[in-house]
């Protein structure tokens, strides 16, 4: 058995090629993949060849974003075939000193799918069939499509990030950076009661789907600075941000518009920026980080399941695996696209 699949092999060099598929072991399931999401990490290895010190160095399948059905099912696995599971890339040692204190999410082994963190590079789901432990596949509900099923693990990000802040129930949120990631935390912000949520971003068409996804307002800081200049008065007027850009004219623009002992959650990465750390000092500003997530994974899939967030807003263009290249190329135009997904012939 085969299976076509997307391989980067350097920045601006993605082909599409074929590869042998082993038959599932114990604890293993073959799926029959059936939507993967590009995410911001993805296009970066396309765009850039990386981000930071994380470098492309030897071919590799991306792809961390996905659902398919099961097709086949290994020794000691209870899933059924036809069943459509969520996929968590994520897969921490569980014996490092991290993962035995409760923080998986720092584990000094961990292996998450797509990533050329480590050497060798852990292969991804851009390839119509994969074999994956079954502990990493959660069932989704009946009604729920692979297109939501696999906005999955977004979901599980913000849902992380959403766990790094102090509060939110009642808050006066901003939210900069309206992509996927961003449009994503408007809707848990919501779904946690948030009072107020403001959303900042350079183009309309992200803004609008923040809207969509629950957002009391939007601003066009390209086109209408002057109308965000009034979150900046009087010391701030934010309890909370969540800084999703990772631009740094929309961080500095973030810690004027947090009150005194207000909180940074920083979402968006990027490499260095300079931070004016007088204002994090004299305001008593609380910086939170937040990485990728745990347990939150299955919380998400629930969510999706249950339409409690609805993720189909952000879904804005759908694309066979043969057009892969096409696709990484509207996904980095935030003009036309949020959230491009790969789909399968296999499917």
Not at 30 to 39: D, P, Q
């Amino acid at each position: 058995m085969h299976t076509r699949l997307a391989r980067l092999y350097a920045k601006g060099d993605l082909r599409i090629e074929t590869d042998p598929v082993a038959a599932p072991g114990p604890g293993e399931v073959l799926l029959k993949m059936a939507a993967a999401g590009i995410c911001g990490s993805d296009l970066h290895y396309y765009q850039d060849g990386g981000f930071g010190p994380v470098r492309v160095r030897e071919p590799m399948i991306p792809g961390h974003e996905a659902a398919g059905t099961v097709e086949q099912a290994g020794e000691g696995v209870t899933l059924k075939a036809g069943t459509l599971v969520a996929v968590n890339p994520s897969q921490p040692c569980g014996a490092c000193e991290y993962c035995r204190i409760g923080l998986p999410i720092h584990c000094l082994e961990m292996r998450f799918m797509g990533s050329a963190m480590r050497l060798p590079h852990e292969q991804g789901m851009f390839r119509e069939w994969l074999v994956v432990p079954a502990k990493q596949c959660v069932e989704v509900g009946a009604s729920i499509t692979p297109a939501e099923a696999a906005c999955s693990e977004p979901l599980s990000v913000c849902l992380h990030a959403a766990s790094r802040a102090p509060g939110i129930a009642g808050k006066k949120v901003l939210v900069t950076g309206a992509g996927p990631i961003g449009s994503l935390m408007v809707a848990v912000i919501s779904h946690y009661d948030a009072g107020e949520i403001v959303v900042t971003d350079l183009a309309d068409a992200a803004l609008a789907r923040a809207k969509a996804m629950g957002a009391s307002r939007t601003i066009n800081v390209a086109r209408d600075a002057e109308s965000f200049a009034e979150f900046q008065a009087g010391k701030g007027y934010f309890d909370l941000v969540f800084e999703c850009s990772a631009a740094a004219p929309a961080i500095h623009s973030a810690i004027a518009a947090v009150r005194p002992r207000g909180a940074i959650v920083q979402v968006g990465v990027t490499g260095d920026v300079p931070v004016p750390l007088n204002a994090i000092v004299g305001k008593e500003l609380h910086i939170h980080g937040t990485q990728r997530f745990h347990e939150e994974f299955a919380t998400a899939v629930d969510l999706i399941s249950r339409r409690e967030i609805d993720v189909r807003p952000i879904i804005s263009h759908r694309m066979p695996l043969e057009d892969a290249v096409s696709a990484f190329e509207i996904a980095g135009d935030r003009s036309l696209a949020c959230k491009v997904q790969l789909t399968f012939q296999s499917a």
